[in-house]
């Protein structure tokens, strides 16, 4: 039953950042899916607070050099079952597959060709998700919908 709950939590989210709050005409889906993302972002913050300076840096899409938020990505990826937390593999087969929108997939198959390589066998679970973003935007700032640090 779990699996199944934090499967439609890691769909809702993905496509909410993917597509913005105008992924579904039901009634109360865009209270629902921004109750989703609050609760993964809030589930992650309190590991890993980040101060103000941090998140505006992060919306904007530089990737702050600081331990508690690449350690709050991290936890974003290992929320979402994306990233094995003893071997620091990034998932990215799953991560495409909760991804609807065709062209994004297409960047993150591009993003992890040219990335995983550089990062792979390092032990460090944070350092790895730091590194595949960082280098992620490099390859395409269009990933960017995909790391959220706030609402």
Known sequence: MEAIYKINIVV???SMLLHGTQISARP????????MKKALIDTC??????????????KKGLM???RNFKCFLMCNFDEMSLIDSETADIDVDTMVSLI????????????ADHCLPN?????????VSYNFAVCALKVD????????CGN
């Not at 109360?28 to 109750?35: G, L, T, V, Y």
């Not at 990062?119 to 350092?127: F, L």
Request: hydrophobic share 40%; with cysteine; aromatic share 6%.
């Open 64 to 66: 702050p050099d600081d």
């Open 12 to 14: 809702v989210f993905m």
């Open 119 to 127: 990062i792979a066998g390092k032990p460090d679970t944070c350092e």
């Open 28 to 35: 109360n889906s865009d209270e629902n899916i921004a109750a």
């Open 45 to 58: 913050m309190a590991k890993y607070p980040l101060t103000p300076d941090i998140i505006d840096s992060a």
């Open 100 to 111: 609807p929108d065709e062209d994004m997939k297409a960047v993150i198959k591009k993003a």
């Open 141 to 148: 700032e269009k990933i960017m919908k995909i790391f959220s």
